[in-house]
């Protein structure tokens, strides 16, 4: 029999994936594997098991949301033990999981990892810690981390947009000078991004032809502080329409960034907090990571 380790956060999104658990694991052992079961219970917990059991399981399963997987993916880097991992997307927003295709339905997503492959994916490196598919600061960036657990559980990723609004009278521009592929961009931004991801928030979203996942770089947007209401409109019509030939906007792809603020900027590292410095460098880890994937 194969070892498949489930890592499950039952705090993960309105908590929809509780009542699946039963049938997850009655359906993964009568495909021939011996189930080991861990609970998170706090933010790290992911992480820590995943370091002390991935090199005794032939796949680790993980049941929450988007910092879950980021906390499982780096406990797998960190353990050196490169095991394929499933991923059944059960939190509020789901990004990953979108720009993965992954089945929003519980007991599908759990059902394509027995009929999926594995395919190796980018990570990023932030000053030193992993994220699997953003690092931004600026605007409506806080509302991932400071929105209240009970909140998200109660209506889910309106939530998110609600703790945001609360941001808007405090959006203050901080000057970049950003490095990536030999060219300096330097303003003042009220948002920045580095993602390997075609949904950003649930909110934005980056053209799929442009994105890939795989391909050794991270897309780098930079939103600039518009002055005027032509200038705002500017912003949101480029976003809408996927159009980052605008002059409020830069845009390129690169593997490496480097990141000086004018002061120390708080990021956001897949919806968790990201302590910030005056310089942060970001590497593109190529095929750093295995997640099971079915492409029907």
Same mark, same amino acid.
């Given at each position: 029999?194969?070892?498949?380790?489930?890592?499950?956060?039952?705090?993960?999104?309105?908590?929809?994936?509780?009542?699946?658990?039963?049938?997850?694991?009655?359906?993964?052992?009568?495909?021939?594997?011996?189930?080991?079961?861990?609970?998170?219970?706090?933010?790290?917990?992911?992480?820590? +098991?995943?370091?002390?059991?991935? =090199?005794? /399981?032939?796949?680790? %399963?993980?049941?929450?949301?988007? *910092?879950?997987? !980021?906390?499982? +993916?780096?406990?797998?880097?960190? =353990?050196? /033990?490169?095991?394929? %991992?499933?991923?059944?997307?059960? *939190?509020?927003? !789901?990004?990953?999981?979108?720009?993965?295709?992954? =089945?929003?339905?519980?007991?599908?997503?759990?059902?394509?990892?027995?009929?999926?492959?594995?395919?190796?994916?980018?990570?990023?490196?932030?000053?030193?810690?992993?994220?699997?598919?953003?690092?931004?600061?600026?605007?409506?960036?806080?509302?991932?981390?400071?929105?209240?657990?009970?909140?998200?559980?109660?209506?889910?990723?309106?939530?998110?947009?609600?703790?945001?609004?609360?941001?808007?009278?405090?959006?203050?521009?901080?000057?970049?000078?950003?490095?990536?592929?030999?060219?300096?961009?330097?303003?003042?931004?009220?948002?920045?991004?580095?993602?390997?991801?075609?949904?950003?928030?649930?909110?934005?979203?980056?053209?799929?032809?442009?994105?890939?996942?795989?391909?050794?770089?991270?897309?780098?947007?930079?939103?600039?502080?518009?002055?005027?209401?032509?200038?705002?409109?500017?912003?949101?019509?480029?976003?809408?329409?996927?159009?980052?030939?605008?002059?409020?906007?830069?845009?390129?792809?690169?593997?490496?960034?480097?990141?000086?603020?004018?002061?120390?900027?708080?990021?956001?590292?897949?919806?968790?907090?990201?302590?910030?410095?005056?310089?942060?460098?970001?590497?593109?880890?190529?095929?750093?990571?295995?997640?099971?994937?079915?492409?029907?």
């Amino acid at each position: 029999m194969k070892d498949l380790a489930i890592v499950f956060n039952p705090c993960a999104g309105l908590k929809r994936a509780n009542k699946y658990l039963p049938e997850i694991i009655r359906m993964y052992e009568d495909h021939g594997y011996e189930i080991s079961l861990y609970k998170t219970g706090k933010c790290g917990d992911g992480k820590f +098991i995943v370091k002390e059991h991935a =090199s005794k /399981a032939d796949i680790i %399963i993980c049941i929450g949301g988007d *910092g879950t997987l !980021n906390e499982v +993916i780096s406990g797998m880097i960190d =353990s050196g /033990a490169e095991k394929p %991992i499933g991923y059944i997307p059960a *939190g509020s927003t !789901n990004d990953f999981a979108n720009s993965l295709k992954l =089945s929003r339905d519980i007991m599908t997503a759990a059902k394509d990892i027995l009929d999926g492959e594995p395919r190796e994916y980018d990570v990023g490196c932030f000053n030193g810690k992993y994220f699997n598919y953003i690092a931004s600061c600026g605007a409506f960036t806080k509302a991932s981390y400071l929105t209240p657990q009970p909140k998200k559980n109660t209506i889910g990723h309106l939530a998110y947009i609600l703790e945001g609004m609360k941001e808007i009278p405090n959006i203050h521009p901080v000057h970049l000078n950003v490095e990536a592929n030999g060219r300096t961009y330097e303003d003042d931004y009220i948002f920045a991004a580095i993602c390997n991801s075609t949904s950003v928030g649930g909110i934005l979203t980056l053209n799929a032809d442009i994105v890939n996942m795989s391909d050794g770089k991270f897309e780098l947007m930079l939103i600039k502080t518009p002055v005027n209401i032509t200038q705002l409109g500017q912003i949101v019509i480029a976003l809408k329409n996927q159009d980052y030939d605008c002059d409020m906007i830069d845009f390129c792809s690169s593997d490496k960034f480097i990141i000086q603020s004018s002061r120390k900027v708080d990021w956001t590292l897949d919806g968790e907090y990201g302590k910030g410095n005056e310089k942060v460098e970001i590497e593109n880890l190529h095929n750093a990571i295995k997640l099971i994937v079915n492409e029907r």
